[in-house]
């Protein structure tokens, strides 16, 4: 029995994510997020918390007794806190294992048109993106980075992967890939742990995603 925390539950991939591991049995699920009205129709499957990504104390309680943290927080503005708040609060529960959602762009692996658009398009938005990764890189816990190219809604898991350091040409993958990607990571703790993956789909290159 693997037990996982994830943070920002109502997101979108969160959401898709979450029914992969409340699908399996040898997953315990708990969920944090700022209002958990939102979802209330899940506590049946899984330990709901409430509160704020930006308190390590609050996060801390969701926290204890995980062996997994999955966060999918979103928001330029925040992000870079919920990353302190959420490495301080991951070593006070003495927890190791963090899946952390970030976006494409933030080591500047973006060439050429496609490059040029996302940067424009994103803005600070990959900045406090950077920062956050940074954070989290040089936090020593056993982190995974995902940084998934511009998302769409197809019912559909086609992705390939990129290491740091490697250029990213695909433009879009679905969230059900990236989610399909967290429920494996999840499923075996040990990949990839101290890696930033980029994560597109293939044959989807070219100046923009197709249905921007």
Do not use: C
Not at 30 to 50: G, P, V
Not at 82 to 88: K, Q, S, T, V
Not at 158 to 171: F, L, M, N, V
Request: aromatic residues 8%; negative net charge.
């Amino acid at each position: 029995m693997v037990k996982v925390v994830v943070l920002g539950a109502h997101g979108q991939v969160a959401q898709i994510a979450e029914r992969f591991l409340f699908a399996d049995k040898d997953v315990e699920t708990s969920l944090f997020l700022r209002n958990a009205k939102r979802m209330e129709d899940k506590k049946n499957q899984a330990t709901i918390f409430e509160g704020s990504a930006t308190d390590a104390a609050q996060l801390e309680k969701a926290m204890k007794g995980q062996d997994i943290v999955y966060a999918n927080l979103g928001g330029k503005d925040d992000i870079d806190i919920e990353a302190e708040a959420d490495i301080e609060a991951m070593k006070n529960a003495r927890v190791k294992r963090l899946i952390w959602i970030s976006t494409l762009g933030i080591y500047d692996e973006v060439p050429g048109k496609f490059g040029e658009w996302n940067k424009e398009t994103l803005g600070d938005y990959i900045t406090e993106y950077a920062k956050a990764a940074k954070r989290i890189e040089e936090s020593g816990l056993d982190y995974t980075i995902i940084r998934p190219t511009w998302m769409n809604n197809k019912d559909e898991v086609d992705y390939e992967k990129s290491k740091k350091g490697e250029s990213i040409k695909d433009t879009e993958v679905s969230r059900k890939s990236v989610a399909a990607y967290v429920y494996h990571l999840i499923k075996n703790p040990k990949e990839d742990v101290g890696e930033s993956i980029g994560l597109g789909k293939p044959g989807t290159e070219g100046d923009k995603p197709g249905w921007y």
